[in-house]
């Protein structure tokens, strides 16, 4: 059964820090892309921030510069460094693992196959 659970999220203060990880287990995630989302209430689950399998990056114009994708294989963990983080920023982050060796559609929700369930990021001004 593969699962993607994800975990860091917390509150923090404008302009403070937090780093997210995504551990991906029961099956190895070589070739795939990892891409994380986020959802505000009342909002579409949106693209944050992506990794392509051959090691490309993606990010929303809105997260740029404060935002890291990386990966470390040998844990099978992704993760998200959120700096300089915005009140607009909060929401709740999902990981998502897909596109296998593809290097495009990384942004589109639809484009992957297995989500994590989520974890909470509360930026207070």
């Known amino acids: 059964q593969v699962q993607l659970e994800e975990s860091g999220g917390g509150l923090v203060q404008a302009g403070g820090s937090l780093r997210l990880s995504c551990a991906a287990s029961g099956r190895t995630f070589s070739g795939y892309g990892m891409g994380w989302f986020r959802q505000a209430p009342g909002e579409e689950r949106q693209f944050v921030a992506a990794?392509?399998?051959?090691?490309?990056?993606y990010y929303a114009d809105s997260v740029k510069g404060r935002f890291t994708i990386s990966r470390d294989n040998a844990k099978n963990t992704k993760y998200l460094q959120m700096n300089s983080l915005k009140p607009e920023d909060t929401a709740v982050y999902y990981c998502?693992?897909?596109?296998?060796?593809?290097?495009?559609?990384?942004?589109?929700?639809?484009?992957?196959?297995?989500w994590g369930q989520g974890t909470q990021v509360t930026v207070s001004s």
């Open positions: 998502a693992a897909g596109n296998r060796y593809r290097d495009y559609g990384l942004d589109l929700r639809g484009s992957y196959d297995y």
């Open positions: 990794l392509s399998w051959s090691g490309r990056t």
